[in-house]
């Protein structure tokens, strides 16, 4: 099979275009209530930054990572594609009163800093959006110092192969931007793959309202049926979804998301790796 650079590029420009149209529809959306907001301070205590720590927040959207560990560490970086969304944290930002974070346009894959400039890197919610995820860890792990650390976190799938699949085909009929989410080893190994050790895994339970998570990405009506569906087939005693859908006793419909945090720490080695 032949390799074709150019194909590559365009896919990559392809998805981000995607990304783009899909958050620039959801900024508004990303306040600091609701699922935007949610499982902050469980990261912020796990990580546990120094006052001294610059950080960067790499796809940031409205930078509630960033914003979260802002009044713990002396600065932040936050990057994203979407000028929407970094619009919207910088309003929340301005009206919060922090004023130790920078906004900048960027892609995640090639970070716009020499090497060894952070002693903290994070995304939050990134990997499975992205075109390719160890792309931007390696991004990640090379911006960050010997000696400091990067912090993954995200959506985590199940070990099993077709229930995987099954999640992911139900994120990108909601979100047709949605590139694949990754199971716990899968992402451990893209940090080790760079020469980072991982110090930290923490995982934590999400749950989301259905109907709240098709709306914020304007789903359309018969795709939300189809999913409904498919979540109701599974309560009935179908196969999994990974999603692990509930009705309460209002029969209102959510599904669990978890989520997890993987810290790791750059070494030395890891600048032969990058």
Partial sequence: MSFDAHDVTTSM??????????????ASTFTDTGFAAKGLDWIVDEVNPSSTDLMVDV????????RAFASRVAHVSALDLTPEMLEQ????????GLG????????????PWISDQFDLAACRLTLHQVADPALVVCEMVRVTRPGGRVAVIDLTAPDSPPTAAEM???ERLRDPSHGRTLTLNETRSLLTDVGAEVVLVSQHDQPVDVEDWMARTATPTAVR???????????????ATGLRPARDGEGVLTLTH?????IAVVGESSAESR
């Fill in 13 to 26: 420009n392809e998805h981000n275009a995607a990304v783009r149209r899909q958050f620039a529809l959801q």
């Fill in 59 to 66: 796809a940031a959207g409205a930078a509630h990572l960033g």
């Fill in 89 to 96: 944290g910088r309003a929340l930002a301005q009206a919060a």
């Fill in 100 to 111: 130790n974070i920078a906004y900048l346009r960027g892609d995640a894959i090639s970070l």
């Fill in 168 to 170: 992911n085909r139900i």
């Fill in 225 to 239: 049926e189809t999913i409904r569906r498919r979540f109701d087939d599974e309560l009935g005693g179908g196969p």
């Fill in 258 to 262: 978890i989520w997890t945090l993987t």
